[in-house]
């Protein structure tokens, strides 16, 4: 049955609406960077660009790199951009654009987040990098759709419990990573660990400027949350999204993060724009090897 236009919106040229993309526009393997001026920051390396547009904060260029063809789509900020981003992408390939049908062989795309966050451990110092092995949903996006069976409930309930988390926030999820995308982005020199999705950037975070926290303890019990080995390792706004609609969707997904603060010792990277750009050259390297 034909999705209704109401539902799968597209531009007069036919190319998907928020991300102004078509089928041939886009690479199997994708990399996801928060801020739009971060995409030139990754296809600086680029050996030859074939294609690139712009709409709102959505910006996209597709070239090659070591002659593997590679995407990057700048998100914007936080799980609700996710959102976005990850059902338009699973539409253009996933979904015939002229027929309005869902195909029936489906593609799985590799995703890969090049992120910054802060660390909330102090043995995982600042200009370090990071894989998320897991990833922590605190922001209730994903609640929105049938996740539960992709969530690792006895995490998710043990967080719950240790934090006493509050009923009036949206349950605590667990997401894990791809297995296969970890493995070929690690290395000796790759921290691991649990890694938490806020819906926003201060009182969600736990910082404090005008307005009293409904928790102010909860950074402090996420520090010292442990289950079977995993803790919470650093804190951003968009990996459990990303996490979650890949599982949904049937795509492989993979968080890498330059981390730029540590919020336990207080300190914040002097030079944090050379670390994303070495993590950047790092993991356009791990994709061609």
């Not at 654009?97 to 992120?115: S, V």
């Not at 043995?123 to 209730?140: E, K």
């Not at 910082?207 to 390792?233: C, H, P, W």
């Not at 804190?235 to 968080?255: D, F, R, V």
């Amino acid at each position: 049955m034909a999705i209704k236009q109401s539902e799968l919106i597209l531009n007069p040229d036919g190319s998907i609406y928020h991300l102004n993309l078509k089928p041939e526009n886009i690479a199997k393997d994708i990399i996801f960077v928060g801020d739009q001026d971060r995409v030139d920051k990754v296809t600086q390396y680029f050996d030859t660009i074939e294609f690139t547009t712009q709409k709102r904060e959505f910006k996209t260029t597709t070239g090659s790199y070591k002659g593997k063809r590679i995407t990057v789509i700048s998100t914007g900020i936080g799980p609700d951009n996710i959102d976005i981003v990850l059902n338009e992408l699973d539409a253009i390939v996933n979904i015939n654009l002229k027929t309005r049908e869902p195909k029936k062989k489906l593609t799985a795309l590799n995703i890969i987040r090049i992120g910054t966050s802060g660390s909330l451990q102090k043995n995982i110092p600042v200009d370090s990098f990071l894989v998320s092995t897991h990833a922590l949903d605190l922001n209730g996006m994903l609640h929105s759709y049938q996740i539960e069976t992709h969530s690792n409930s006895e995490i998710s309930r043990a967080y719950a419990k240790h934090t006493n988390w509050s009923p009036k926030k949206a349950a605590p999820l667990v997401i894990e990573n791809s297995q296969t995308l970890e493995e070929k982005l690690s290395s000796e020199i790759i921290y691991k660990g649990m890694t938490a999705t806020a819906g926003g950037f201060y009182g969600p975070q736990g910082r404090v400027l005008r307005l009293a926290l409904q928790d102010e303890d909860l950074n402090r019990k996420m520090d010292s949350f442990l289950y079977n080995g995993i803790q919470i390792t650093n804190l951003e706004m968009e990996t459990s999204a990303i996490y979650g609609l890949c599982k949904l969707l049937g795509h492989h997904a993979c968080s890498l993060n330059a981390i730029i603060a540590n919020r336990a010792s207080g300190t914040f990277s002097e030079d944090y724009g050379k670390v994303v750009d070495n993590l950047i050259k790092y993991t356009l390297e791990k994709l061609v090897a």
